[in-house]
């Protein structure tokens, strides 16, 4: 299984040490990238993206090899702690940059057959609302199974984490990594991206078209019988978007 982790941070701290737990419990072939090391650009709102293509974003030279890994991968980790009751902000000007990955643009077919998982710990609150800064996403790209794990460590670093809350880590990463087995190579679109993917295709055929999202899907095939989570897998893009 191939297994991309996004850390919202550049650290080592406890999001960390959660997420890269789940990656080798999971087990095979791990590629990490750390924001905002590896990729620290704020999107600006030129809105160049959506009127042509991801890749004439300014900053693409950057954000390629994170595209291309996460749709290289089986699993998509992403991981933030809380900050302020949210995602850190370099993991939320990541998710910025992909807002044509969202069903009601031009969603990648290969979404349909990944698993994902939102992580977030915090010493104290936030992590619901941390992890669903990141869900937000990984739905509405049409992964199929994305999963949200939150722990309130009580403490800044690892080696202080008590341990009974080390044990209800090691045992709900355990039972996660089991799932995640369990549903590997399967197929199918979460039921909020389906939803919103219905509700623009209905949109698409009762209203002036919009380009080049309505170009897209008609490319497809999604106006007709088509859609991005019954696309064999060999028919899909191998490369982000050109």
Not at 204 to 222: I, L, N, R, T, V
Request: charge should be positive.
């Amino acid at each position: 299984m191939k297994i991309v982790i996004i850390h919202g941070q550049n650290h080592k701290g406890s999001t960390y040490m959660a997420a890269r737990a789940l990656a080798d419990k999971v087990g095979g072939q791990i590629q990490e990238f750390f924001l905002p090391r590896d990729f620290g650009h704020p999107c600006t709102g030129c809105t160049t993206c959506f009127r042509t293509e991801l890749s004439h974003c300014p900053h693409y030279e950057q954000l390629e090899p994170l595209a291309e890994a996460m749709l290289e991968s089986d699993l998509i980790i992403l991981d933030s702690p809380v900050y302020v009751y949210h995602a850190s902000g370099q993991m939320m000007s990541f998710l910025d940059h992909f807002g044509t990955w969202w069903v009601v643009h031009r969603p990648r077919p290969e979404m349909s057959r990944k698993q994902a998982v939102a992580i977030s710990t915090a010493a104290g609150g936030g992590m619901k609302s941390t992890a669903r800064d990141m869900a937000d996403s990984l739905e509405m790209w049409g992964i199929r199974k994305v999963y949200r794990l939150g722990f309130g460590v009580q403490a800044t670093k690892p080696s202080e984490i008590p341990a009974g809350i080390r044990r209800k880590i090691d045992r709900k990463t355990s039972s996660l990594a089991r799932r995640i087995q369990q549903n590997h190579g399967k197929t199918g679109c979460n039921p909020r991206a389906r939803l919103w993917f219905s509700l623009m295709r209905f949109a698409h055929k009762h209203f002036a078209p919009m380009e080049p999202d309505y170009g897209y899907w008609e490319e497809q095939g999604w106006h007709q019988g088509n859609r991005p989570w019954r696309s064999q897998i060999e028919h899909m893009h191998e490369t982000p978007e050109k």
